[in-house]
């Protein structure tokens, strides 16, 4: 992988075409102006990021990575037009985990007979009880215990996960999955859990991270 | 056999309304019998947990009236008898979700398939007590040997004569033998001078009823349980077969007796 700096009509131009992922393009970037230093302070740069697309987010913190070698951004240089373009986001902390632009957060403990419905995540700070339930068109992540009824990814979403500090649901259901506890058997553990499809059936294993 | 929709209510609220359908309900399915528990408690659905039956809900009472899934989507088979169903209430919502004239059609709808429709009733005697008793052929008025709860249950008896519904029987809920005996509970008769119907039952107070609620196993299915011997014989006076009342003497009192007769021996 190359990041080459290229004398580019009235600036500099940084090619970040061959990244995948936007931490290692962000990388690249920094190996790349901490081996330049004959570059004036002040130098304008355009950075070519080739067939990719970068939040309003991403962009910033490119323009901050720029701004601590005292350079700053001329534009970027992008060879798709934007609508068509498929996403590019930073890699997820859960691997395969699906990306949802809106998440809402919720600082209280859902109660018997509460029922919160997301368009995309959701977090919920508390528990959810039993009799309650959380629907979500994303994923869920509760910090607290989940006793009672989880629906993530509701609008078809396999890859939806629902991930509790303790997960001791009534019901998980993931898209059009519908999964119970067994009867009789209560395994207690005292670890956060994370339940998603894998090969067409909710699993549920440790969360690590 | 004619397929027979009973009401359990009661007026005020803890008495056992839902314990004594989910004990009654699986002692019929235990005799063979067809049997389809409705749980019309909607917003505070209780019948669900006592059965252990929380987890299998998907669809409720108010999906299936509103035609949100099929009445027998909404049926969930219990885990231990062929011929026992509950129809869960719903959670989310509250009691005006349903209307009385719905729950008459879907009653009438089950009747085809069972032999009992079991309906359990909210506390109180606004819309949800409505509901519950629309399309009811029979009532089962449950009452515990208090003041308070004789005189909701005279209340309840008095709007069930009023909605139709004179064949009202009545189960005597939590009885302690020995208070009777001292005179500090009130005795049986004195409740039936008041109430002035038929007695179907007399359920003792038991500790084993708190230990099969919380676990979701309901009373019936043990043979030690007292008050889940007394269910199993109302619910074969349910079904017509006579069966002798319930003897006050409770077994403490038996190996009291034995005791005595062995110092006598002495």
Redesign the interface.
Same mark, same amino acid.
């Given at each position: 992988m190359s990041t080459a700096f290229k004398q580019a009509s009235g600036g500099m131009l940084i090619d970040l075409k061959a990244y995948n992922t936007f931490s290692q393009m962000k990388k690249g970037l920094e190996k790349k102006l901490t081996s330049v230093t004959e570059l004036p302070i002040g130098s304008k740069v355009s950075i070519d990021i080739g067939k990719k697309i970068l939040s309003n987010k991403q962009v910033r913190e490119l323009e901050d990575t720029l701004l601590d070698f005292g350079m700053h951004l001329d534009g970027l240089m992008s060879g798709r037009m934007p609508d068509l373009e498929e996403d590019f986001y930073e890699d997820p902390l859960i691997e395969g985990m699906s990306h949802y632009d809106d998440t809402a957060l919720i600082c209280q403990h859902i109660r018997s007979g509460q029922k919160k419905f997301v368009q995309g995540n959701v977090v919920v700070l508390g528990d959810i009880n039993p009799g309650a339930e959380v629907v979500a068109g994303g994923n869920i992540l509760v910090m607290g215990s989940l006793r009672g009824l989880a629906h993530a990814g509701v609008f078809g979403d396999e890859g939806a996960i629902i991930a509790a500090y303790r997960l001791i649901p009534t019901q998980l259901r993931i898209a059009t999955h519908i999964t119970r506890p067994p009867d009789g058997e209560r395994n207690v553990v005292d670890y956060p859990e994370i339940a998603r499809i894998r090969e067409g059936r909710v699993i549920i294993e440790k969360l690590k991270i | 056999m004619k397929s027979r929709v009973i009401v359990i209510t009661s007026g005020k609220g803890g008495v056992g309304k839902t314990t004594t359908t989910a004990n009654l309900g699986t002692a019929l399915a235990m005799m063979g019998k067809k049997v389809i528990m409705i749980d019309t408690d909607i @917003?505070?659905?209780n019948l669900d947990?006592v059965m @252990?039956l929380?987890?299998?809900?998907?669809f409720d009472i108010v999906d299936a009236v509103n035609g949100h899934c099929k009445l027998k989507q909404a049926l969930i088979k219990d885990?231990r008898f062929d011929g026992l169903y509950l129809l869960p209430a719903a959670?989310?919502k509250d009691k005006t979700a349903v209307s009385p004239h719905q729950m008459k059609n879907m009653t009438n709808e089950l009747r085809k398939d069972f032999d009992f429709i079991l309906v359990d009733c909210p506390a109180g005697i606004e819309q949800g007590f409505k509901n519950a008793i629309a399309g009811a052929d029979k009532a089962v008025v449950v009452a515990t040997p208090e003041v308070s709860s004789v005189r909701d249950a005279d209340r309840i008896i008095g709007l069930l004569e009023a909605a139709g519904l004179t064949e009202t029987k009545l189960i005597i809920n939590r009885i302690r033998s020995k208070m009777v005996k001292r005179g500090d509970m009130m005795d049986i008769s004195d409740i039936i001078d008041i109430l002035a119907i038929e007695l179907l039952g007399v359920v003792p107070e038991d500790e084993a009823i708190v230990v099969s609620t919380n676990r979701g196993e309901p009373a019936v299915l043990e043979n030690v349980s007292r008050a889940g011997a007394a269910y199993r014989r109302i619910a074969r006076r349910l079904t017509g077969e006579e069966v002798p009342m319930y003897s006050l003497d409770d077994p403490e009192n038996i190996m009291d007796k034995f005791k005595k007769m062995l110092k006598l021996a002495r």
């Open positions: - | @917003g505070l659905r947990v @252990g929380e987890n299998r809900i998907v885990k959670q989310t």
